[in-house]
């Protein structure tokens, strides 16, 4: 058919329609005029095609890059709260541990040294705790005596003392009342401690009181002990009650390496992905990087950051970006590429009317293929920019739109599959492999992925096997053609069902729509045909049912059409595997051989 396009060229005759073709030159014939303007709009629309696909590529890429950050920092969020999950967790089995402890001294009036250290070798230290501890608490009028009573229990000379700003021994000063160290595990490490009242540390001292007054749980600030700065220490307290006058007459002490705690309960899964650092709130947590989250423990609150590491799957995902950029750069490519080729061979067709008919083909693609491109690239351009904007977003919106942006691509994917399949086929290039495949696991995929929900039913089997020989992933792209042309072209439901049919496995995709009309069926599975039969629907490619028949026999299968009963059916076969053997047998058993068809 003769375009508008192409009658303009014939009355044109521009000085470069002009070419020698004798010794005296003449003009070309209108026929090699028409191919001259075709060939040159058919080198044009790939280069335009191809540079609308790669500015709309780049704008994606710079609102995946910016989305990515987005999403990062909201995994890092969730981290941030398992590491104060974790944490907080520890210090509950720390004060499970000084309940025990409490309930001991509660229970015996006077615990010898040997029950406190069958005790805490039993109960055992959480990890990140530095040390264990009892604390009598006494007044003036008894210290001597108390003094007396250690040293009975240490078989040594021990004398209360305190400790000055430099952490050395001194003697002790005149107070109300003293809390003395009386027991401490593990032995052999804080010994020296046995004698000191802990109540004279003014970091310790308010914590301790706390305890006492409120007879509930009492940390302290985070703090250094002398010669031990490789440490971040804080202390637990608890009471300890006397069962005859419900008075404090003790206190059980628990000392923590902040660092350790963190670091010993962070999840396995996590820990190899995460730096993190802390805190007490105030102005050294404005210091922190990252991203954060408090932890509240009893009358105390830290600030935990955390940070991904190197490839950490918590950092920022790139990934998405650089395939949103290949998948756009190569779809432009390959848009044009095909077109091309197209172009070419409609320019190097001898028979004027196959030619003529090849042109007319080609001028449908070009139209469709820049709507189908066109369309998922707009889409994913729009969420972009909103995202690159930062608009105010709830996370669910955010969470939407890159869904959208990764299910537009996801279209890319598939037209990009038909295209190469497509352009392979013309050079004879395609490859398969052959591997056993469940079809009902493939069919399952298909019809999850589609979106189309109650519109698609998947008919149940008699149970029958329903493995097959092919190519996963040709399989899928077969039945998502299907799918997709049941679901552009046919009714308002779609019914998929797989059996076995003789040594082949049988796959039947239907549709109640009004069905092919008769006039198109002996070109149905030809390429770049497209019959849109329904009113108001867009053209396809003209490519999937091709595609699916080329790729259908090359896995020794077929692809055929008929009408059922009110009911459009397109069935794809493949070969089965009649019977399950082990692999020794020579059977198939899933390990993948590849072969190529040319």
């Given at each position: 058919m003769e375009t508008r396009r192409t009658?303009?060229?014939?009355?044109?005759?521009?000085?470069?329609d002009i070419e020698p073709m004798t010794d005296r030159g003449s003009l070309r014939s209108s026929g090699e005029m028409v191919r001259h303007h075709r060939g040159a709009l058919a080198r044009r629309l790939p280069i335009g095609i191809g540079l609308v696909g790669v500015f709309l590529t780049l704008g994606s890429f710079a609102a995946l890059w910016n989305g990515a950050d987005g999403a990062a920092e909201e995994r890092l969020a969730t981290q941030a709260l398992t590491v104060v999950q974790s944490a907080a967790g520890a210090l509950d089995h720390v004060d499970a541990t000084l309940v025990s402890l409490s309930g001991l001294f509660r229970s015996s009036v006077d615990v010898t040294?040997?029950?406190?250290?069958?005790?805490?070798?039993?109960?055992?230290?959480?990890?990140?705790?530095?040390?264990?501890g009892y604390l009598l608490k006494t007044d003036a009028a008894e210290l001597a005596f108390v003094e007396e009573h250690l040293r009975s229990q240490t078989g040594g000379e021990v004398i209360a003392f305190e400790m000055d700003t430099e952490g050395l021994p001194t003697e002790l000063g005149l107070r109300s009342e003293y809390y003395l160290v009386q027991y401490v595990s593990p032995h052999e490490e804080w010994a020296q401690l046995v004698g000191l009242d802990l109540g004279s540390v003014p970091l310790i001292e308010s914590a301790?009181?706390?305890?006492?007054?409120?007879?509930?749980?009492?940390?302290?600030?985070?703090?250094?002990?002398?010669?031990?700065?490789?440490?971040?220490n804080f202390a637990m307290f608890r009471v300890v009650i006397s069962p005859v006058d419900d008075e404090p007459t003790a206190v059980v002490v628990a000392l923590m390496d902040f660092s350790e705690l963190i670091e010993a309960n962070i999840p396995a899964a996590v820990a190899p992905y995460?730096?993190?650092?802390?805190?007490?709130?105030?102005?050294?947590?404005?210091?922190?990087?990252?991203?954060?989250?408090?932890?509240?423990?009893?009358?105390?609150?830290?600030?935990?950051?955390?940070?991904?590491?190197?490839?950490?799957?918590?950092?920022?995902?790139?990934?998405?970006?650089?395939?949103?950029?290949?998948?756009?750069?190569?779809?432009?490519?390959?848009?044009?590429?095909?077109?091309?080729?197209?172009g070419q061979r409609i320019e190097s067709d001898a028979d004027l009317a196959s030619a003529q008919g090849m042109t007319d083909a080609k001028d449908r693609f070009i139209a469709s293929i820049s709507h189908e491109l066109r369309t998922p690239l707009t889409s994913v351009l729009g969420f972009a920019e909103i995202l690159r904007d930062g608009q105010e977003l709830s996370p669910q919106e955010r969470v939407a739109m890159m869904k959208a942006i990764t299910e537009e691509a996801t279209?890319?994917?598939?037209?990009?599959?038909?295209?190469?399949?497509?352009?392979?086929?013309?050079?004879?290039?395609?490859?398969?492999?052959?591997?056993?495949i469940s079809m009902r696991d493939e069919?399952?995929?298909?019809?999850?992925?589609?979106?189309l929900g109650d519109q698609i039913s998947i008919i149940e089997s008699s149970g029958e096997s329903e493995l097959a020989i092919g190519d996963?992933?040709?399989?899928?792209?077969?039945?998502?053609?299907?799918?997709?042309?049941?679901?552009?072209?046919?009714?308002?439901?779609?019914?998929?069902?797989?059996?076995?049919?003789?040594?082949?496995?049988?796959?039947?995709?239907?549709?109640?729509?009004?069905?092919?009309?008769?006039?198109?069926?002996?070109?149905?599975?030809?390429?770049?045909?497209?019959?849109?039969a329904v009113a108001g629907v867009t053209e396809s490619l003209g490519l999937g049912l091709s595609v699916s028949a080329q790729l259908a026999k090359l896995m020794q299968g077929g692809l055929t059409h008929e009408r059922r009963g009110g009911w459009t059916v397109f069935s794809l076969f493949l070969p089965a595997i009649i019977s399950e053997e082990p692999a020794s047998a020579g059977k198939w058993t899933g390990v993948s051989r590849s072969e190529s068809f040319r």
């Open positions: 009658r303009e060229f014939k009355q044109q005759r521009a000085p470069s040294p040997v029950e406190f250290s069958q005790f805490t070798n039993d109960v055992g230290l959480e990890p990140g705790m530095a040390g264990i301790l009181r706390a305890a006492v007054d409120t007879r509930q749980a009492a940390m302290t600030t985070l703090f250094d002990l002398p010669g031990q700065t490789d440490r971040v995460v730096r993190w650092d802390f805190a007490e709130i105030g102005e050294n947590a404005k210091l922190l990087t990252g991203t954060t989250a408090e932890l509240r423990y009893g009358d105390r609150t830290w600030v935990i950051s955390v940070s991904a590491t190197a490839n950490s799957p918590f950092a920022a995902n790139r990934e998405a970006s650089y395939v949103a950029l290949g998948l756009g750069l190569l779809a432009s490519f390959l848009a044009a590429f095909s077109l091309l080729l197209v279209d890319l994917a598939h037209i990009i599959d038909d295209l190469l399949v497509a352009a392979r086929g013309e050079i004879g290039q395609i490859v398969v492999t052959r591997v056993q069919l399952n995929a298909v019809a999850a992925a589609s979106g996963p992933n040709r399989v899928r792209q077969i039945l998502r053609n299907l799918v997709e042309n049941a679901r552009r072209y046919g009714g308002g439901h779609i019914e998929i069902e797989v059996m076995p049919d003789g040594d082949r496995i049988r796959v039947e995709v239907r549709d109640d729509g009004s069905g092919v009309p008769i006039s198109v069926l002996d070109r149905l599975f030809e390429p770049y045909q497209q019959f849109a």
